[in-house]
């Protein structure tokens, strides 16, 4: 998770209006073509990524089978591991900091904020047992990765480049102003 680096916790703070502001901003990053990251990352950082990203897609394969039996429990402590993958943070020397800051763009960090605001909320309709909920949640966070993997990995996943990605894809409740159920 990238949240120190990230914009995630001024979401919230800056009420209704500044967080559309954010969603439009985050929507025009996505909709146009960027530049692969990768190739701008150092090796260090390309390892620790690629490794949160193999923990999430393993998370979220047993988030989507855990839907499918009703396992609420696993939702919510696979929406709750997902939110708390601080592989990144926790491996970052001050300069892997910097770096990972002049190597991507703020819309990258946003979109990293709102699949892990999006996997709380997961976790959140884990616990209550709402089904309807989690899967309306875990169809955000999947967007969310196709999103951010057409805009920022077509380099991995070539099937993405060029994608009309609809705006909004994978935006955090805050970020939009809505809840996953409207």
Not at 41 to 70: D, F, H, N, R, V
Not at 133 to 150: F, N, P
Request: with cysteine.
């Amino acid at each position: 998770m990238l949240s120190p680096l990230s914009s995630r916790s001024l979401t919230p703070s800056r009420g209704r209006r500044g967080a559309l502001a954010l969603g439009a901003l985050f929507a025009s990053a996505a909709s146009l073509a960027a530049e692969p990251v990768r190739p701008e990352l150092t090796p260090k950082l390309q390892g620790l990524l690629q490794k949160e990203m193999i923990q999430i897609e393993q998370a979220m394969q047993e988030i989507y089978s855990a839907m499918l039996q009703g396992r609420h429990a696993v939702v919510a402590e696979k929406g709750q591991a997902i939110h708390d993958s601080f592989i990144l943070e926790q491996s970052l020397t001050d300069e892997d900091r910097q770096d990972l800051k002049a190597a991507v763009p703020q819309a990258f960090l946003q979109m990293d904020a709102d699949l892990h605001e999006l996997s709380a909320s997961l976790a959140e309709a884990g616990q209550a047992r709402d089904t309807a909920r989690q899967v309306a949640l875990y169809g955000r966070m999947t967007e969310s990765c196709v999103a951010c993997h057409g805009a920022y990995v077509t380099d991995r996943f070539e099937g993405l480049e060029g994608v009309d990605i609809p705006a909004g894809w994978g935006m955090a409740p805050s970020a939009q102003g809505n809840d996953p159920q409207d």
